[in-house]
Nanobody, 126 residues
Framework: QLQLVESGGGSVQAGGSLRLSCVASDTINDVCMGWFRQPPGKEREGVAS???????NYADSVKGRFTISEDNAKITVFLAMDSLKPEDTAMYYCAAGSPAACYSGSWSSAYWDHYWGQGTQVTVSS
């Protein structure tokens, strides 16, 4: 059973930066790793995903501002968030999904129904 633990959330002003981390209990070579977020009162949405060969996908709302990466040990996934906006305020979740999710760029729950972290809160003030 893969376990995921997020950290790095916090409160920042608009224009600021944060770096989220997701530590896995096992290597993540054969899965698509992703970050999702759920703003207050809204549905959860995909933010970024990455797989071992470096292929990455981003939601249009974060392209050019967020960067997803993995460490060489394939244990930790990072989400570097720059130029943060108030609309980025949300609970951010790390997830492990089917490799097909990364190759297709899909955020469908059909690909992401197995492993989720508990989340880390990001609050951006104007």
């Amino acid at each position: 059973q893969l376990q995921l633990v997020e950290s790095g959330g916090g409160s920042v002003q608009a224009g600021g930066s944060l770096r989220l981390s997701c530590v896995a209990s096992d290597t993540i070579n054969d899965v698509c790793m992703g970050w999702f977020r759920q703003p207050p009162g809204k549905e959860r949405e995909g933010v970024a995903s990455i797989i071992a060969d470096g292929r990455a996908n981003y939601a249009d709302s974060v392209k050019g501002r967020f960067t997803i990466s993995e460490d060489n040990a394939k244990i930790t996934v990072f989400l570097a968030m720059d130029s943060l906006k108030p609309e980025d305020t949300a609970m951010y979740y790390c997830a492990a999904g089917s490799p097909a999710a990364c190759y297709s760029g899909s955020w469908s729950s059909a690909y992401w129904d197995h492993y989720w972290g508990q989340g880390t809160q990001v609050t951006v003030s104007s």
